[in-house]
Every structure is written in C-alpha cells, then in structure tokens.
C-alpha cells in the first residue's frame, strides 16, 4: 500500500458554500480546519488526531442563515475524500470499531467500508446546542459522511447527560473506528477483504 498514498483533495463549490480539503489516510494526525464553526472545527481537529489522518478543511458558507448547509457540505467532501483516498481498498482491514469514554458519556462506532453507504444513528442530547452549533446537525453531518464515502456506520451513544461530552465522543468513536477500518492489513496481501473481490455497491 505504500506504493500508492492514500491522499485526496476536493473542491467543491455551490451557491451555499465553498469547500477545500485535502486528505491523507496515511497521516500523523495533522489538521488544519476553518469552517467558521468553532465546535465543528473543534470535532474535525479531534477527528484527524484519533483516526491519525492528516486533514485540512477551509470551508465558507452561508452562516448568516444558519450553520446547516456548511456542516453537511463538509461531510459530503469528507466523504468523498475518503472514498477516493481509499481507491480500490485493497489491503485494508474493511471492519472497525470503537468504544470511547469521555467522562460520564460513552460512545460506540462500528464501520464497513463495504462500497454501501448507510447511517445508523442512535444518539440523543439533552440540549439543542453545543457552543452555536444545533445538536441536530451532528446527524446530518455523520449521514453526509457515510453517504459520500460509501461506508456502512453505526454510531451509538451508550450513556451521557454533558452535550459537549456526547458529541465528542461520538466523533472520537468515528475516528478510532475508521483508523481501524482502513489501515493495512499485514495479512491481506493486497487482496479486496471481499469474497466478491471487490467492495462496491
């Protein structure tokens, strides 16, 4: 796999907002993230350090309506991100999974990155915010993700009573999950982890 970095870099401009990333699978845990929303940047920036990706977002959007179209947007590019990044998927692991504790909240990930895009989403929070950003978009940003990378995810919230606790560890669920998930398998030999021989829909 060496011989191949696993690295994207997409563009991605509508008449809501204006996204740039670049990815790299094979990173330190690097980030650079300027989305405007000082949560989300927080949880991108937790998310390249727990997946050990390198990952810089620069994204604008129309945050004088409301932070919806811009955290969606950049789980679209996300997503797209990883799947080209991951390009045939040889090599790789395919399943991972993660419990994280983050005080008294506990969150669980499991990924397949199986070529079919679905979300399942089990998480509640006991406010509608968390610093400006509406709990509610957490969701739609996860579902954004898996869609566009087209991985099967599984995002389950254990326990928690804080937000800010909930959130995180959902996202550092994520993170651990799909390190798992997409690293090298030393056994694999380069082969697709599908009796199919390849992972597409």
């Known amino acids: 796999m060496d011989a191949f970095p696993r690295r994207a870099e997409i563009a991605r401009e509508t008449s809501e907002t204006r996204i740039h990333l670049t990815l790299n699978l094979d990173g330190t845990g690097r980030a650079e993230v300027a989305t405007g929303i000082g949560f989300l940047d927080h949880m991108l920036t937790a998310l390249a350090r727990h997946s050990m990706v390198d990952l810089v977002v620069r994204a604008e959007g129309d945050l004088h309506i409301d932070f919806h179209h811009t955290t969606e947007d ?5 997503g797209q991100a990883i799947r080209r990044a991951l390009a045939d998927k040889r090599g790789i692991r395919r399943y991972g ?7 008294e909240a506990l969150a669980e990930c499991a990924i397949d990155i199986s070529g079919r895009p679905f979300l399942v989403w089990s998480a509640s929070f006991p406010r509608d915010k968390v610093g400006e950003m509406d709990t509610e978009l957490f969701e ?12 099967t995810v599984h995002l389950t919230q254990r326990a928690g009573t804080n937000a800010h ?10 993170a651990r999950a799909l390190r798992m998930a997409a690293e090298a398998d030393p056994r694999a030999e ?3 982890p599908s009796t199919k021989g390849m992972l597409e829909a």
Not at 74 to 78: D, K
Not at 165 to 174: P, T
């Open 165 to 174: 606790h909930i959130a995180e560890g959902l996202f550092k669920a994520f």
């Open 140 to 151: 739609e940003f996860f579902r954004a993700v898996a869609m566009n990378s087209a991985m």
């Open 97 to 103: 999974q993660a419990l994280v504790p983050m005080d």
């Open 190 to 192: 380069g082969t697709v």
């Open 74 to 78: 950049v789980g679209i590019v996300l």
